[in-house]
């Protein structure tokens, strides 16, 4: 009897994920799976939502923000009603397997389905880059890009102006797209939730680089940390420069996946197929020393994914 | 003897100024004149900082946004001493033609020193596209493709969470940005600050166009109507809906200008000197009508530039 | 009885397209008409191809380059067994009116249907802008901001390596995108149709440029007035510059369309509906001084839109 | 005494570059170092070139392609005469160490160098992706997301005409970018140099996959392995299809540089002085393994970086 894989996108979307969904259809079918798509995450489990794929349904998207699966934070599925409303859904459908794609909260919900008994596979996607076990999750490339290209017309109105520009990013616990971006960019400084944040040292750096003759700085914050504005106000109060501020918000989740996205989705979408078929489930796709592996999920989560303090510290001798 | 222009940006940077710095400067020096390059507007006039220019001054500048000649908006300039001072220094330096770049409040400070008998000219150069006497400010095509690029990134994500999103755009006084970057990115409501603001009126239409089966909504604001945030907030709280909120705040400033920008402000500046040429001094450079027209500043004060209201009522037409 | 219109796309396909048909539909739906697509131009007219549109069938289409009624050239409209099949169809499915987005082939089209007997209108929509009759025609904008931003991609190369780059643009019987992209990204030479082509001056030029110390130059070249590889060769016949080439192809044709075409493409759509409802029938939908206006066919066909040489002229002034 | 390190970029610009420079001479000053910038590669070291570098002189580079040290192929650095010349000019400025930028060209003449006795550092940049020793070049993933970009343009119109559309990309002796932008993109077909070209098995995927009910085909060509044009030629003489043709030229070698490029550049840049310190010379930085590694000359030849044909077949599975 043919086996049966779902697919779904959950919690925030992130570019890419149709690039994976996309993996994640045609490999499957190509392998004789039938592939059905879940609408709107775990919500669509519990409501029955399965729609059965083929070679078409993911044509025509790759390119595309977003997902097309739609996606959602289901507050049902964390009930023991809900939960069990979704494994029957899972078993009247016959599915076989399910490949979540998202981040850690999806990836708890993967897990639980999995201690229940319905194998499932995830595929991290979401533009934080904070999951444990994996360097890389689909969607953060993008974001960094979008960053970077936000900063690079912020800073042509900053040099004008000669002025100190502040970009609140986002990072609620980890500072990965402030401070990836941070070194992209040249940002003159970047405040992190990883690392103490010493307005004094801030300030002093900024009188320091504005004798030696720069005429302006960008600094990054990311949203953990500390609001854009109460930055600003701080700066103001204790320094001559008015900083203007500018909260980047939802422009990071969206926007046509870059290259590496949309490669790194294809090939963890079909990494998922095939650990499927060798019957290697119950597993994170990972990215780890430029390869893709597979880590079951207690494993993955022993493994936090935390900033990497050298590239911090290169980034403040690079931006003087 | 050689006549001399200076030319100056002031008041906020706009993507385009440096093409219109550029064509001062090449058609100033193609017709014989000396030209000087003032930093940072009517600030450097009063520090006496003029830069003679020439071609290579502008080489490889047109490609950028912000401004080279840097720009600012001057306290001293207001005063009595201030303005005796730049006075002075445009006559010591032997001025015999000051070319400004900038907004209405830029046109302010042209109109008094060409009151105090220093001939001027005023180039438009605002995102705002808000000044009275001209259908066109340089500046305006880029800051409406930097809000559609970025409203287009924010759709995938409002479409793949079925939500409402609200974007905040610049205009203080006036809503072209709002209107025209609205109809051109197919928004649901369009808030300005030349119409009475009525949330029943969004909110009932949010709601019809979600029973019709759309699943998300953009709203774009002029930051001179209302908040973005106390719009969602009065949003979420007569309906179902949980809008989220961009506010795009400096990025609408910066940027590659776009051919249009380019284009105009290469037009306007090379009319500046032909109008100079002519000794038709003391004018607005105005685009009225698809041609490049000069007004003497009086004449230029007494026309507004208002939002056509037939593109408010085809926007909301198209919108639904 | 209720009125019906069809509405098609027709020729090369220009960004914009989609707003217009988004605009015909949804204003046609507002004023009480039905509206019909047609896929591929007149060739879906031939086969009766007529689908009824409604207010979701344009949603979530005015980011997006192409059209979804997708266009051909037909061949078989050209026959007289087309051409009679062709208006059997509009007659056997009850089509009141037509209205054809396309350049000035789709006119010629468009005229013959309204000689025998069906009421057409013409929306301007054509990357080239050279359609008699309108100073703007739907496509061209995104066009040159293509153009723009591959030009500062390949000054990069160009200034890295100091050489001479050409980059050949679209325009086989005008050089509108080339002469106005050619302002807007300074380049220091622009080779058109419609002036006569003296490689004596270009090369001189090149000499005098180098001389003054200028590093690199860009040259647009029209495709209607040369190869660009023809070009080169003739350069580095001539002087000790070995240009490179780039043929932009049709990347210019497609991408998202700028603010500028969906806004225009807007406006014209809607006008269409307008003037139909006013019975105002078999005119050109088209833009002069900076508004819209309709022209009956045979006067548009009077009216030759070139280029205007002055801007030209100030091109070459500006670039040196 | 102050030790001196000299930087150059060398053979094609790479989008990264700047970032390169940036990161060798603001690391290189931190430690102690005197930073000396050569224009136009070994061609600026036979003429002593040398400019003493400081913070400012690599300020507000980084968001730019090109490079500012300027890049050209040198004859004269491969005669005897020239050879001698550089190794002098660089005996007399007291150089200690000379970091070279560029592709395996620029490592040959880096351990040409290092052979007669100058310390050398090679930095991976070029945007073919094509260097022994390391799976990553800086440039390489500006230039996918070039490639992707223009194709999301040609999609827009080969889409809207059903055509096929075929893309030819750099590579010519290597099928990287082709390979990886076609994975990213989505691409019916990739034709490379490293795999056997076989026409048949193409029209025979291209009559399969419209029959299917694919409207349209993105053929990707490295142009190592066949002109675009003469595929198109190959295709239209064996199938109904007529394939439309762009070749992306040059503007894949320019454009602002990436998130990824400039973290990578900025990185490896710091690499090189670090290993300085350490008086590890005559290395080639490498990315190996999600890690920036140093590996002797002599053995980064050894090792082939050469393409991943499992990804190959992935997007051939893929893209049906």
């Known amino acids: 009897m043919v086996k049966r894989i779902a697919v779904l996108t959950s919690g925030g979307d992130a570019p890419g994920m149709n690039a994976a969904i996309r993996a994640v259809v045609r490999k499957g079918i190509h392998h004789g799976f039938e592939v059905f798509g879940v609408q709107r995450g775990y919500e669509g489990v519990i409501q029955g939502d399965f729609k059965l794929m083929n070679f078409h349904s993911v044509g025509g998207i790759i390119q595309h923000g977003g997902t097309v699966l739609k996606t959602a934070r289901s507050e049902a599925f964390k009930t023991a009603e809900g939960f069990d409303a979704a494994l029957e859904q899972l078993k009247n459908h016959y599915i076989d397997y399910l490949v979540v794609i998202g981040g850690d909260g ?7 389905l999995a201690d229940a008994g319905i194998p499932t596979m995830v595929i991290p996607g979401t533009i934080d880059n904070d999951m444990p076990g994996t ?29 100190v520009a502040i970009v609140e990013v986002m990072g609620r616990s980890a500072g990965h797209i402030a401070l990836m971006a941070g070194l992209a960019c040249g940002a003159e400084a970047i405040l992190l939730p990883e690392e103490p944040l010493d307005m004094d040292i801030i300030c002093e ?16 914050v990311a949203e953990g940390v500390a609001k854009g504005y109460d930055i600003a106000s701080q700066i103001s ?18 926007g046509n996946p870059t290259a590496t996205d949309n490669i790194m989705a294809s090939r963890m979408g079909a990494a998922a197929i095939d650990h499927i078929l060798q019957d290697n489930v119950n597993q994170l796709i990972a990215w780890q020393k430029g390869q893709i592996v597979t880590l079951p999920y207690e494993e993955a989560l022993k493994t936090k994914h935390g900033i990497d303090l050298s590239i911090y510290d290169l980034a403040s001798i690079l931006a003087r």
């Open 135 to 163: 360097e890389y999750t689909v969607g953060f490339d993008t974001a960094l890009n979008t960053v970077l290209e936000a900063v690079n017309k912020i800073r042509d109105t900053a040099a004008s102006h000669e002025r």
């Open 205 to 220: 750096r900024l009188a320091k680089s504005h004798q030696r003759g720069k005429l302006y700085s960008i600094i990054l």
């Open 237 to 254: 109060a204790r320094t001559d420069f008015q900083p203007h501020v500018t909260v980047l918000g939802y422009i990071q989740r969206g």
């Open 106 to 112: 999806s990836m708890a919900g993967a897990i639980k």
